[in-house]
C-alpha cells in the first residue's frame, strides 16, 4: 500500500493565481481531510470528508475548496491564493471519525 | 467547543532520562485523545490514543500516556528517551473532527 499520496510537494504560486493540490489513498478509508499548518498553530483542519459525495468544513475553510468524487481521491483547490495561504498542507485519512489519521509527506506552498 | 492545550513549547532532556510531554484537554463529553509524532520534513505519525478504559495508554516506539479525568490531562511519557526521540509533538482530541495542540518540540541530547 502507498498510503497517503501528495502531490506536488512543493510549489510557489503568484498572488491571485489558483491550483489544486492532489490527495489520493488506497487504504478504502471512508474519512478524508486537509489540514494546514503554520508554526506554533499546530494543525488546523481545513474541510473534510465522510464519504464520496459529502464534504464539510473545518476551523479554516475560507478560501478554500473541495470535492469527493471517489473514496480514493480528495483534492483541495485554492481559488485565488493569497500571501496568507502561504503554509504546509496535509491531507490524512482514517476508517472512522474518530479512528487513528493517516497523513500524507505534505505540500510546501509559497504564495508571493 | 473541544480544545487542546501544549503548556510547553520546547522540552529538553538528556538521553537515558524520562521524558514527558504535558497536554490538557476541554471537551463537553467523553475524550477521544491521541498523540503524534511528526520527525523533520515529514507527515505526521500516529503514537498512541486513548478512547476509553485503562487509563494508562501504550503506543508505539516505547511511548505510553496517562489519562487523567480529573485534571483533564493526557501526558505523554517515555521511561528512557533516546536522541531519535527527537521530534515536534501534537496532542489532539477528536470529537469528529480532530482539533491540535500548537505542538511541543522534543530535544533529547545525548
Redesign the interface.
Known amino acids: 500500500n502507498a498510503g ?1 499520496t501528495q502531490t506536488p510537494k512543493f510549489q510557489v504560486l503568484k498572488t491571485g493565481q489558483s491550483m489544486t493540490l492532489q490527495c489520493a489513498q488506497d487504504m478504502n478509508h471512508e474519512y478524508m ?1 486537509w ?1 494546514r499548518q503554520d508554526p ?6 481545513i474541510h ?1 470528508s465522510v464519504g464520496a459525495g459529502i464534504t464539510d468544513q ?2 479554516v475553510p475560507n478560501g478554500y475548496n473541495v470535492s469527493r468524487s471517489t473514496t480514493e481521491d480528495f483534492p483541495l483547490r485554492l481559488l485565488s491564493a493569497a500571501p496568507s495561504q502561504t503554509s504546509v498542507y ?1 491531507c ?1 485519512s482514517s476508517i472512522e ?2 479512528g ?7 505540500t510546501r506552498l509559497t504564495v508571493t | 467547543a473541544q480544545s487542546v492545550a501544549q503548556p510547553e513549547d520546547q522540552v529538553n532532556v538528556a538521553e537515558g532520562n524520562p521524558l514527558t510531554v504535558k497536554c490538557t484537554y476541554s471537551v463537553s463529553g467523553n475524550p477521544y485523545l491521541f498523540w503524534y509524532v511528526q520527525y523533520p520534513n515529514r507527515g505526521l505519525q500516529f503514537l498512541l490514543k486513548y478512547i476509553t478504559g485503562d487509563n494508562l495508554v501504550k503506543g508505539s516506539y516505547g511511548f505510553e500516556a496517562e489519562f487523567n479525568k480529573s485534571q483533564t490531562s493526557f501526558h505523554l511519557k517515555k521511561p528512557s528517551a533516546l536522541v531519535s526521540d527527537s521530534a515536534l509533538y501534537f496532542c489532539a482530541v477528536n470529537d469528529y473532527k480532530l482539533s491540535f495542540g500548537a505542538g511541543t518540540t522534543v530535544t533529547v541530547r545525548a
Open positions: 497517503v481531510s489540514y506554533g498553530m499546530g494543525l488546523r483542519l473534510y473545518g476551523e496535509f490524512a471519525p474518530v487513528e489519521q493517516y497523513f500524507g509527506p505534505g
